[in-house]
């Protein structure tokens, strides 16, 4: 306790009993000192949370995000023909790790208790998987061919056995053994699907016909209200289309201009990264947006839901090329549903059961004569492509440019909210 | 083993007594604190001197450790990113105090102790949800096509913003956006220290100096703030050391003008697989937290101090 008893005449004094000056004195310390531990308490608590805090937040929030479940009291109103696999008891219930909005929920009901959860990325799913070595909880995957050999050298994916699969031979011969995984090893088709782009054309005013008309938008009419797929090799797909570079391309000359390009002239236009620009367009966030065709396709069916024009906005394919990707189902090493998982798998590759999907997710499941099945189902002209327009389509590739691929996409995003 | 008054005297009992020696009872926090604290962000920081193993989702090469890392955070763009956040982190703790002040002032002298509990209640309430919906709901409300961004434009009240009649408001996926939602955000937290800071000044005090001749503004200056002081800096920190490392709202909010560097940490992580990178940025953002806390630190310590030598009071026995 400092008691400062200085006699200048310039400082205040008051003149009290001595028992009162020291008990006021004693008052004055004593609340300082509560009020300073708990100051520095609190901040040494912070300090401390502060910065893990942090890490555990990133690593929980955003995959429970959109987490929706299945209830758990859904009956089993399973309307599977073919015999369902072998083995009797096993309770129908999945812990899925899959993309957003990408299974109709009354199906997963009908089948069983499935709870979702979601990544924007196969650069995230792989690394949330890798990282939890095993042990993320998850029974099912829904990774993108080319990612499926990282998943399967690191020991996390289960070889299928095809035998409780039946309905395995449903599927088209042309979606089987592809080259990422010969012979279904590993996986089986869930659908494939394309990237094109969706803008409201009362801002955007000139046609967008190609990549590069794309880009010119991003740079003009929807400047700064522009977004982009959430992954690494769409952000710079997008540049080697337009330039009519082949998008897997390993060339440095070709990735140093591509990230020239982006970084520089690109990135400032960017509002948002976004996966899944379909889904909410309804909220009117952006101008343009680089899309997958079935979430386009769910977007204008929200459009119209919401008692909204459709045709205020228009749906391109991405020209002169753009991707073909297949995104399959993979059953985990750990898994602790493997029978229910099996069961699902058979359960969904029945066409009925498909086509009810399909009219959910708005994406090609491969089934043989998928298309037929279909029937009117809205929008079909953005599931089902000509064979010219297939002819343009190209399957991406995991090699040697994919980490220069992600440097070059965490630049851009560095960049674009600087 | 001194005897005490009143109890009887003489050799203790022959009971073996398990005597745990008095640093027991932290030991949990001590384990809490050395697994949840000191080796994690121990391993963030070793990482952080290492590089991507090329080809590998999230491996760190430690065999060549170097500062590269951290170089590339000061040199190349995830320092905007870093400024950024300082300044979101700073004018948000800023207005979270100003927005505070009053209520809390209002909290601690205005209102009756039953009507406290009431006003308490509310504030409390929000906590009861969930911080991500929480969150969320503000996209519902700043969404182009929402019910604020149509009301604005049916309503002709502004009619000084023509732009604003006829377009709907941009705010989400802008630095707006995480701005507004984080004062929202992490306003409690300012508002609980600095009404216990303030219910604590006493009402005599507070007396004594109006029958001294303070008028109300001298005695909330004079007063009330510097007898309140610690609880503002409790408050200033507990808000201002959370939300610099605020990663939900940015990601939900922010789009990409909007970033803040605890969703680049977690970009680099998750999405760019690259966890010594997203390393060397979480140990910035720690040492910019660090210095930031410093540099306020000390200029508050100057500004008590020159303060204090016109505030002296001393106290005379007789």
Redo the contacts between chains.
């Keep these: 306790m400092k008691?400062?008893?200085?006699?200048s005449s310039d400082?205040?004094?008051?003149?009290?009993?001595?028992q009162a000056?020291?008990r006021?004195?004693e008052s004055i310390s004593r609340?300082?000192f509560l009020?300073?531990s708990?100051?520095v308490a609190?901040?040494a608590a912070?300090?401390?949370?502060?910065?893990?805090?942090?890490?555990s937040?990133?690593t929980t929030?955003?995959d429970?995000?959109a987490a929706t479940s299945g209830s758990s009291t859904a009956e089993s109103t399973a309307a599977t023909t073919a015999s369902t696999a072998a083995s009797g008891n096993f309770d129908k219930k999945i812990n899925m790790f899959t993309w957003a909005e990408y299974d109709d929920p009354d199906l997963l009901k009908s089948w069983g208790d499935i709870s979702l959860t979601i990544f924007?990325?196969n650069?995230?799913a792989?690394?949330?998987l890798?990282?939890g070595g095993g042990s993320s909880g998850f029974d099912m995957v829904v990774p993108t061919g080319p990612y499926i050999p990282?998943l399967a050298s690191?020991d996390l994916l289960l070889e299928l056995d095809k035998t409780k699969i039946p309905n395995f031979a449903n599927l088209d011969a042309a979606y089987a053994n592809q080259t990422w995984d010969p012979n279904n090893k590993y996986s089986v088709c869930k659908n494939w699907g394309t990237t094109g782009w969706i803008y409201d054309t009362t801002i955007v005013k000139t046609e967008i016909k190609t990549w590069s008309d794309f880009i010119a938008a991003a740079q003009g009419d929807a400047s700064g209200?522009t977004?982009v797929l959430?992954?690494?090799p769409n952000l710079c797909g997008m540049y080697f289309w337009a330039n009519g570079i082949d998008w897997t391309t390993e060339k440095k000359e070709d990735l140093d201009a591509c990230e020239e390009f982006l970084v520089n002239e690109f990135?400032q236009h960017?509002?948002?990264?976004?996966s899944y620009p379909g889904i909410n367009l309804?909220?009117?966030?952006y101008a343009l947006s680089m899309v997958w065709n079935g979430d386009a396709r769910q977007g204008l069916l929200g459009v119209e839901a919401a008692g909204d024009d459709p045709d205020q906005y228009k749906w391109g394919l991405g020209a002169p090329q753009t991707e073909l990707w297949m995104d399959n189902w993979c059953i985990l090493k750990e898994a602790k549903n493997v029978d229910a998982s099996y069961d699902f798998i058979n359960f969904i590759l029945d066409p009925k059961n498909s086509i009810t999907d399909l009219n959910f997710h708005g994406y090609n499941t491969g089934i043989k004569g998928v298309e037929e099945l279909a029937g009117d189902v809205e929008f079909k002209d953005m599931i089902f492509f000509t064979e010219a327009q297939v002819a343009t389509f190209k399957p991406g590739a995991v090699n040697?440019a994919?980490?220069r691929l992600?440097?070059i996409?965490?630049?851009v995003?560095?960049?674009?909210?600087? | 083993m001194t005897a005490a008054i009143g109890l009887p005297t003489g050799p203790p009992p022959k009971k073996f007594k398990l005597r745990a020696p008095k640093f027991a009872l932290a030991v949990p926090a001590i384990v809490w604190?050395i697994f949840?604290?000191v080796i994690?962000?121990g391993l963030?920081i070793v990482n952080s001197f290492g590089s991507?193993l090329?080809?590998t989702?999230?491996k760190v090469d430690l065999s060549a450790p170097s500062l590269d890392r951290y170089r590339e955070v000061v040199d190349?763009?995830?320092s905007?990113?870093l400024v950024?956040t300082m300044k979101t982190s700073l004018l948000g703790t800023l207005l979270c105090l100003l927005i505070s002040l009053p209520i809390a002032y209002y909290l601690a002298f205005k209102t009756s102790s039953r009507a406290k509990v009431v006003v308490l209640a509310l504030l409390m309430v929000p906590f009861f949800t969930n911080y991500?919906l929480r969150t969320l709901s503000w996209?519902i409300v700043l969404?182009?096509?929402?019910f604020v961004s149509n009301f604005l434009q049916d309503t002709h009240w502004f009619t000084f913003g023509q732009a604003l009649r006829d377009t709907?408001i941009?705010i989400?996926?802008t630095r707006t956006a995480v701005q507004i939602a984080i004062v929202y955000n992490y306003l409690p937290l300012m508002i609980f220290?600095l009404w216990v800071?303030l219910d604590?000044v006493e009402l005599h005090l507070r007396e004594a100096s109006k029958d001294l001749g303070a008028g109300r503004v001298a005695t909330f200056v004079r007063v009330t703030l510097p007898?309140a002081m610690?609880?503002i800096?409790?408050g200033l920190?507990?808000v201002f050391?959370?939300l610099?490392?605020?990663?939900?709202t940015a990601?939900?909010l922010?789009?990409?003008?909007?970033?803040m560097v605890?969703r680049?940490?977690?970009?680099?992580?998750?999405?760019?697989?690259?966890a010594a990178?997203g390393s060397a940025i979480?140990v910035s953002?720690?040492i910019s937290?660090?210095v930031i806390?410093g540099v306020l630190a000390a200029v508050f310590w100057c500004v008590r101090r020159i303060l204090a030598v016109n505030r002296?009071?001393?106290?005379?026995?007789?």
Aim: include cysteine; hydrophobic fraction near 35%; charge should be positive.
């Design positions: 008691r400062r008893s200085r006699s400082v205040p004094r008051i003149l009290i009993s001595q000056a020291q006021l004195a609340r300082r009020a300073m708990g100051g609190a901040t912070l300090a401390a949370c502060g910065s893990d805090e942090k890490k937040s990133a929030s955003a429970t995000t924007n990325s650069e995230e792989v690394q949330k890798v990282q990282q690191a209200q977004s959430d992954t690494a990135a960017l509002s948002a990264f976004d309804t909220q009117g966030n040697s994919q980490d992600v440097d996409y965490s630049k995003k560095a960049k674009a909210g600087g | 604190y949840l604290f994690p962000v963030v991507k090329q080809g989702p999230g190349g763009d995830f905007d990113v950024q991500l996209q969404q182009p096509k929402g709907p941009k989400l996926k220290p800071a604590r007898l610690p609880g800096v409790a920190v507990l050391v959370p610099s490392g605020d990663y939900v990601e939900l922010g789009g990409v003008k909007g970033n605890g680049a940490v977690a970009d680099q992580y998750f999405r760019s697989q690259d990178s979480a953002l720690i937290i660090l806390l002296r009071v001393t106290v005379v026995s007789i």
